[in-house]
């Protein structure tokens, strides 16, 4: 169940963050983990907002390769819409001056705007398959690249305290070769390609309402709200729409939240108690290799410089975490819970 929202605009996002509406849509998107797939719109106010965007994603707008990237993911997008279907596009989607005129496209009512969302989806798909290869490619350990993602981590938490959002605790953890072991043996299919949390972040904020700043700053500074794992949230402490309902400069942005269609919810974890309560989510965060693409037989920069990696964060209010360490919450009967169900699965008895 949830718990009660806070009351105030300061307490609800802290003191330097007013959120817009695509924030709002960001932090929904995190919670419910649907899919940006599914969107019907976004609502960047300006170009300087968009390249904001375009930064977390991995690009540097003001880089002329990036740019010709950008632009050449644009055509392929297009270019599989139009192979595929019987779809004719205007000029300012077919070919706008840069990515940040169709993004604005995209994010202003109008005949163009499906289309320029339609375009922009199919660009989403390119640059993550595209990305996903690279890093398949790059002879590197992933240890290197986990310290990157950390690095990259570690500054957007310094950045949170600075906007005077409270953090009690922050955590980071990389998951044992045993704890991958038995995560394994627990799952039904026992597949090493989903196991998304070898990278974990814990972050224990005083409040709930600095629960709810620090996901508006994470998916401002951190990460591509694009990004996050369909199906892999859980949300067990914040009201989105209460949250809205209970500040007057947040309640006008409610009815202006597009329609989706029903929630990709994450899978029960079974070892977990009843009363057990997180904000937990999945994000193939993009980290930039311009150091490590000469490496790369046949590569060059306009072919892309970026990799991405699955990290999972979990986000917690004080008093939640400590109420999630005591009774059959503890966190060793949780393990202990794991371990009799692989020992059942290797005797063939569970």
Known sequence: MAAEPPTDIEAIAGPSILPGLQD???VRLVLRGDSVIDWRRLAFRDRAHVDE??????FDPADRDDQLRMMDIQRRALRYIEGHYAREMSPAVRRPPDVQALCLVASRPGPDQSDACMVLKVMHIVHHAAGRELLYRLPVAINELFYRVETKVFEAIDSLKQQGIRVAEFAASRKTEDSIFTKL???ADSLAADVHDRLRFRIITESLGDLF???VHLTRALFPFSYVLPGSS??????LAATLDVDERLRPLAPLLQQLGGRHRAPVNSFSAAGYRVINFVVDIPIRVDDLIEQVPEHSPRKGRVVFLLVEFQLVDRETHRLNDTGANRHSLYKERQRVQVFNRLTSRG
């Open 213 to 215: 700043g620090a996901l």
């Open 234 to 239: 859980r949300n067990d402490l914040i009201d």
């Open 185 to 187: 043996l627990c799952k």
């Open 53 to 58: 965007f375009l930064t977390l994603v991995g």
């Open 24 to 26: 709002i849509e960001q």
